[in-house]
């Protein structure tokens, strides 16, 4: 019976998402694709999966080229 308990446990562990620290790093690239500029990194505290999102919606448009990564 404690066998079953102990694994059961672990298997809740194992679903359940952990919260940890990620950076949101925003990288700039002008329209002619010469050179990379990292002009934003954002300290964020969450599960990847959620952040993620967060992070790729800072991408801007317009004459210079934005990509945000989670990292």
């Known amino acids: 019976m404690k066998k ?9 562990f194992g679903l359940t998402s952990c919260t940890k620290d ?6 700039t690239r002008d329209s002619a694709e010469i050179q990379d500029e990292v002009i934003e990194k954002t300290p964020m505290i969450g ?7 967060t992070c790729e919606k800072k991408e801007a448009d317009g004459s210079l ?7």
């Open 4 to 12: 079953i308990i102990l694994i059961a446990a672990l298997g809740v």
């Open 22 to 27: 990620f950076v949101c790093q925003c990288t």
């Open 47 to 53: 599960t990847r999966k959620n952040l993620k999102e």
């Open 65 to 71: 080229i934005t990509i945000c990564k989670l990292f």
